[in-house]
């Protein structure tokens, strides 16, 4: 868990704990697999699964702001070859102003 939440911490120095505790909790199994673990910019199919899975069920936004925030995270997570899916979730979640739905 401090692990997930020092990364979070390399791009919001203020995260919640509990909300990335909870992150960690909504993806459960998919962080044991390497692979599930991570989110690839590079990967329409990828990304359309976050903006589907994420940012429609979980958050509730289907629009064009959902892109707008998959789009914005992974310009921030630009440097980092390895993205992690429970950083990128949570600055997706923070970018459409929805933190709050995961407290």
């Known amino acids: 868990m401090t692990d997930y939440l020092a990364d979070v911490r390399k791009y919001d120095s203020g ?3 509990a909300i990335v505790k909870k992150i960690v909790t909504h993806l459960g199994i998919a962080l044991r697999n390497r692979d599930s673990s991570l ?3 590079s990967d329409p199919e990828e990304l359309a699964r ?3 899975k ?3 069920k979980k958050l509730g936004v289907t629009d064009g702001s959902a892109d707008s925030a ?3 995270v992974c310009k921030a997570m630009s440097a980092d070859r390895s993205k992690s899916r429970v950083t990128f979730y949570y600055l997706a979640a923070k970018e459409l102003g929805k933190l709050d739905l995961l407290a």
Request: charged share 35%.
């Open 39 to 41: 989110v690839s910019c």
């Open 54 to 56: 994420w940012c429609g």
């Open 15 to 17: 995260a919640d704990e």
């Open 70 to 72: 998959i789009e914005a």
């Open 50 to 52: 976050v903006r589907e």
